[in-house]
């Protein structure tokens, strides 16, 4: 029977404008007059009415993210992030409780689907944990030692947020030392000795992080509007 435990969803915006060419951070970009943050919030909320998010914001944004959330009728609290990925899903995770789901979530992977939402949960209520990923498109070339060679990209997979778990083997990996190899939680978890799950992801669930991404980010909603009529 699914939909027992609680959902608690920790969504991490910490990013800097930098590769955008601006001095406002990429989660308070607007999309369709929106900033990326707000449709990363109603995602979850669009899945779930009884959901409740964590926003992890860089200190001198605690206030923006205050007036974001106020279109929300749910339960959101908001906090400060740390020095890296890692130190800000930590700070996040504080209001995590025991026995819950924990999505992990990229704020500026603003495109994310409720189907997709539900699915992570689903898996990861059953498996332990749900990492969405999608095939690699591309040719692939891995450098070893200063030289490359092909690689096989039926079995490379790119990964995607949310990136679900059940909160106990998520908290306890989280209590490891910080290691750089720490790019993700699955990366935590994995560490700290349990098998990561994948789930399929989509292609549409971009990060934003280059101005051609708001373009392309515009021009998929524009196309869901269209499907959705």
Request: proline share 3%; hydrophobic share 40%.
């Amino acid at each position: 029977m699914t939909n027992k435990l609680k959902k608690i969803a920790v969504i991490v915006a910490g990013g800097s404008g930098s590769r955008m060419g601006s001095e406002l951070p990429k989660q308070f970009l607007l999309l369709k007059g929106k900033p990326l943050l707000w449709h990363s919030i109603k995602a979850f909320t669009d899945a779930y009415n009884d959901i409740t998010i964590v926003l992890v914001l860089p200190k001198e944004h605690l206030e923006k993210g205050e007036d974001i959330i106020k279109e929300f009728n749910t339960d959101i609290v908001v906090t400060e992030g740390g020095s890296t990925r890692f130190h800000s899903v930590q700070n996040g995770l504080q209001y995590v409780e025991k026995q819950s789901i924990v999505f992990v979530h990229d704020a500026v992977r603003c495109l994310l689907t409720a189907d997709l939402i539900k699915r992570c949960y689903e898996q990861a209520e059953k498996n332990g944990n749900a990492v969405p990923a999608v095939a690699a498109t591309d040719s692939i070339r891995i450098i070893v030692n200063g030289k490359n060679k092909v690689a096989d990209r039926n079995n490379v997979r790119i990964i995607q947020t949310p990136q679900v778990f059940k909160s106990f083997p998520l908290l306890a990996a989280f209590k490891l030392p910080y290691n750089e190899s720490f790019t993700d939680e699955a990366s935590v978890v994995e560490a700290a000795g349990n098998e990561i799950f994948l789930i399929e992801g989509e292609y549409d669930n971009i990060k934003i992080t280059r101005p051609i991404d708001l373009i392309i980010a515009e021009k998929i909603l524009d196309e869901r509007k269209l499907t959705n009529a």
